[in-house]
């Protein structure tokens, strides 16, 4: 594994979301199997048993490596898995990825779970990452004995080339055919899950922490909900671990594939706080062994690798058996659907109003309005047109406002508005400028959604909300979005895009 910056508590956003996790009851926990410690800790046995037979490494180009392909698709293919080995060549070796897709489910949509399966050269790599590889591929195995009949198309996957630098997931993604992708609906990846001085990170699909890279395409935050549900249930707490593109999920989260995970951290240090909340050691590493020569099977925490196995598990059963959201309404916004702005003919700007068109782009010390949309070629954007300057459209003298038509929610069913925004800024803006997202309906209206100014450069970056909207079942409503330059001249722009209402 690269390294990887973990986070502790941090921050929330100004509102917080209210997410719907991919569950559906507390049933399907009881599903799940219990992944045998003894079955995985077996795989790291033979991954260290095909190191020191290899030079003491399965790095990629290795023969150590190849070896731990055929071992695992040996098992695989006897389990009545579909297998495929995928070369590619980097430095001047041929590598390999293993990709299983188990038969049944629906093709158009897979759920993906993957590890990388190559250590560096220096050692056997058996915690990083014969540790996720071993836990997946025991929950494959599990796949198959049980006879899982999921709702959702199951692949598996082992990358080859993770250590210099995510080249073998980033061979898969970038030659997938675009309706190939499109299919894959979810992304899991188990990197270091077995750290000796462990801690119990989530990918933080929601950015929920507050800081770092951002959340990661809509429907990560679901995936990070389920995990975050299972460690509940066993009574452990979990931190969140940023979305920094340094696993084997970045390339995933680049095309728009929304995806989660869990990592027991690496040659990171423990915290004092973190040793009280995990036990372990404070002021040694996760880790000690990373990328070192002693990342033996003496280099695992039975504890951590055995709660994340069965972890794995959870997810898999969980989300593979649920099928998928039924769209209730959307607007991508490429044709005009009855939008209409200052509704209640109370707005205040006096340039930059909201309006469904192709945006220019516009730029003042980064990126302010984004020339590109989530899909296609149009958005709602404050103010279209890019002018002689970066502030000639932007929104200035107060608030600007623009309301959905009316939409029929059914009476019944969790209820999830989506969408993708950005809140982008200057250093002279403050907390007075905003974005906001409010649901009008029969019973009122409630603001689901904030992102507020700060006095500091904000660009313009694309990023995702899932509000749960279940509270107005059976109400004909309206979505109002909102924006506002409040605090005197100040840059400020904004955009919404594909605006989706789900029913599960």
């Not at 001047?92 to 050269?121: E, F, Q, R």
């Not at 069965?310 to 009855?338: H, K, L, M, R």
Request: net charge negative; hydrophobic share 35%; aromatic share 8%.
């Amino acid at each position: 594994m690269r390294t990887l910056r973990t986070i502790g508590t941090a921050a929330a956003l100004a509102v917080p979301l209210m997410l719907t996790p991919l569950t559906a009851t507390a049933s399907s926990a009881a599903a799940a199997p219990d992944i045998s410690l003894t079955a995985v800790k077996s795989h790291l046995s033979q991954f260290q048993s095909i190191a020191t037979a290899n030079g003491g490494n399965r790095a990629h180009g290795r023969p150590g490596y190849l070896a731990s392909v055929n071992y695992i698709k040996g098992l695989l293919d006897g389990a009545g898995f579909t297998t495929t080995v995928q070369s590619f060549t980097y430095n001047g070796a041929t590598g390999y990825n293993l990709i299983a897709d188990w038969p049944g489910g629906d093709p158009n949509d897979v759920l993906m779970v993957g590890a990388h399966l190559d250590s560096v050269a220096s050692g056997p790599g058996i915690n990083d990452n014969g540790s996720g590889s071993a836990a997946i591929l025991e929950t494959a195995l599990e796949v198959s004995r049980q006879g899982l009949n999921p709702a959702k198309h199951l692949r598996f996957a082992w990358w080859g080339a993770e250590e210099l630098g995510l080249r073998g997931s980033r061979h898969y993604v970038n030659n997938l055919p675009a309706a190939e992708r499109s299919k894959i609906k979810g992304y899991l990846n188990f990197d270091m899950v077995g750290s000796p001085n462990a801690g119990y990170f989530v990918y933080d699909g929601d950015d929920s922490d507050g800081v770092g890279a951002g959340p990661g395409p809509a429907g990560s935050a679901q995936l990070e909900k389920t995990l975050q549900d299972y460690f509940a249930s066993i009574g452990v707490p979990t931190r969140g671990t940023d979305f920094d593109g340094r696993s084997d999920y970045g390339p995933f989260i680049s095309v728009g594939i929304p995806a989660g995970g869990t990592f027991t951290g690496a040659e990171g240090v423990k915290t004092s706080a973190q040793a009280t909340l995990w036990g372990g050691t404070a002021g040694r590493a996760f880790d000690p062994c990373y990328h070192r020569s002693c990342d033996t099977t003496s280099n695992i925490s039975d504890t951590a690798l055995d709660r994340n196995a069965d972890a794995i598990a959870y997810a898999v059963w969980t989300i593979a058996a649920s099928t998928p959201p039924a769209a209730v309404w959307q607007d991508t916004f490429e044709t005009a659907t009855g939008w209409t702005a200052d509704p209640s003919g109370t707005d205040t700007a006096t340039s930059g109003q909201w309006e469904r068109g192709d945006p220019a782009a516009t730029s003042s010390s980064g990126t302010k309005q984004l020339g590109t949309t989530v899909s296609g070629v149009n958005d709602l954007v404050t103010g279209r047109l890019a002018g002689s300057s970066a502030g000639s459209y932007d929104i200035d003298g107060g608030v600007t406002s623009i309301q959905s038509p009316a939409i029929t929610l059914p009476a019944d069913g969790t209820l999830n508005l989506s969408f993708s925004w950005y809140l982008a800024h200057g250093s002279n803006s403050s907390s007075a400028d905003y974005l906001r997202v409010k649901v009008v309906g029969s019973s009122g209206t409630t603001q689901v959604f904030q992102q507020l100014g700060a006095a500091g450069d904000r660009d313009g970056a694309w990023n995702s909300a899932e509000v749960d909207v279940s509270a107005f079942a059976g109400q004909s409503v309206r979505i109002l979005v909102e924006a506002a330059d409040a605090s005197g001249a100040s840059l400020v722009e904004a955009g919404i895009d594909d605006v989706t209402i789900t029913r599960r």
